[in-house]
């Protein structure tokens, strides 16, 4: 036993460079696992960084320098943050009030409903499963009340935290970009000499996370805004609060979309019941998912590693237990890392080898 991992220790170890990688990724993880919360402001801005980076490349690229490159698109970075913040966010709040208004009458409509079902379907459902149902069900409403309640309390710590984003994040974000070679230079230097494996990994990694960050905000933006104009058109209720639980949705590949067609169904259905409107709205959202998977998503993502979705469904679930919304947001890159250093490392122990017997030769 001591020899077979003896020998796994020298086959995958021996090398240096090797080493370095293990050693700066146990670091990068703890940091993150460890620190994550603390460091959330930071991470926001490098993301937001990555987004914006890639369009100061173009303009820097038009013999744009760099500073007026930065300062023009941070302008524009904080009018579309007005503009959220200021426009749209009011809107969904006013959306989100409303159906909370209304819910009592959804649910009251909805045990109506259910209680036809022993009359219509009595071999397979009682009145007595249906009571139990409803108990259930009231258990549940008032214990989302209480939580809803306890958020209500917390609100002035969120709302602390909120505005410490808003500030804090806009500063971070304009000294990574004013300030990216200097902050890259800074942290090269303290690196080893020999991380030749971490620096090939990292620049295949940079360039694949910036697209994965920046098509993955114009997949958030085209599905969103897609789905509001067609649910508008067709004249569903809240048809802006459900474009952004659709955009929202493709974070969180796979599983996002299957969760988020829940409230398109209800809501449709409380409007329309089993009729042809309610059809056609489903129809609708399935063409939508649809274009998103099939034509949206290769066209963005065209350029990233190919991944099994058992791959990336594992992934989602494992960085998202462990850093919450930006482990989901970065499954996908994450999961190519790993799989980046899988691939690298056998490569690397394998060709030392030729190159060993070359040299005793």
Request: net charge neutral; glycine share 8%.
């Amino acid at each position: 036993m001591n020899n077979v991992i003896s020998k796994w220790i020298k086959k995958y170890f021996s090398d240096p460079e090797g080493v370095i990688l293990a050693i700066l990724l146990i670091l990068g993880f703890a940091i993150v696992i460890f620190m994550g919360e603390m460091l959330a402001p930071l991470l926001a801005g490098v993301v937001l960084a990555y987004l914006l980076e890639g369009i100061v490349g173009v303009l820097e690229r038009k013999n744009v320098s760099r500073m007026i490159a930065v300062s023009s698109v941070f302008t524009c970075f904080i009018a579309v943050i007005l503009l959220l913040v200021f426009g749209l966010l009011p809107l969904l709040s006013s959306q989100i009030a409303q159906l909370v208004e209304k819910l009592p009458d959804m649910i009251s409509r909805g045990q109506q409903a259910l209680m036809q079902l022993p009359q219509s379907y009595p071999n397979f459902i009682s009145e007595a499963q249906l009571s139990q149902v409803f108990d259930e069900m009231g258990a549940g409403v008032r214990s989302l009340g209480q939580k809803v309640l306890s958020i209500s309390l917390a609100s002035i710590s969120g709302l602390v935290a909120l505005l410490i984003y808003l500030v804090l994040v806009p500063v971070l974000v304009f000294f990574f970009l004013k300030d990216k070679l200097m902050i890259v230079s800074w942290m090269t230097s303290y690196m080893p000499k020999e991380r030749g494996l971490a620096t090939r990994i990292w620049h295949e990694m940079d360039i694949q996370i910036g697209n994965y960050v920046r098509g993955k905000f114009a997949e958030i933006l085209i599905v969103g805004i897609s789905t509001y104009v067609v649910f508008a058109i067709m004249g569903l209720q809240y048809a802006m609060l459900l474009g952004a639980l659709v955009g929202l949705s493709v974070i969180i590949p796979f599983i996002g979309a299957a969760v988020v067609t829940l409230p398109v169904m209800v809501i449709a259905y409380f409007q329309w019941g089993w009729t042809a409107e309610f059809a056609y709205i489903m129809i609708a959202y399935g063409i939508i998912q649809a274009l998103d998977g099939n034509v949206l998503v290769p066209w963005l993502f065209s350029e990233a590693v190919n991944l099994h979705p058992v791959a990336i469904i594992a992934s989602v679930l494992v960085f998202g237990g462990l850093w919450g919304f930006w482990g989901v947001f970065f499954a996908i890159p994450l999961a190519t890392l790993v799989k980046a250093v899988i691939n690298a490392w056998p490569r690397l122990a394998e060709e030392a080898q030729p190159e060993a017997s070359k040299a005793a030769l």
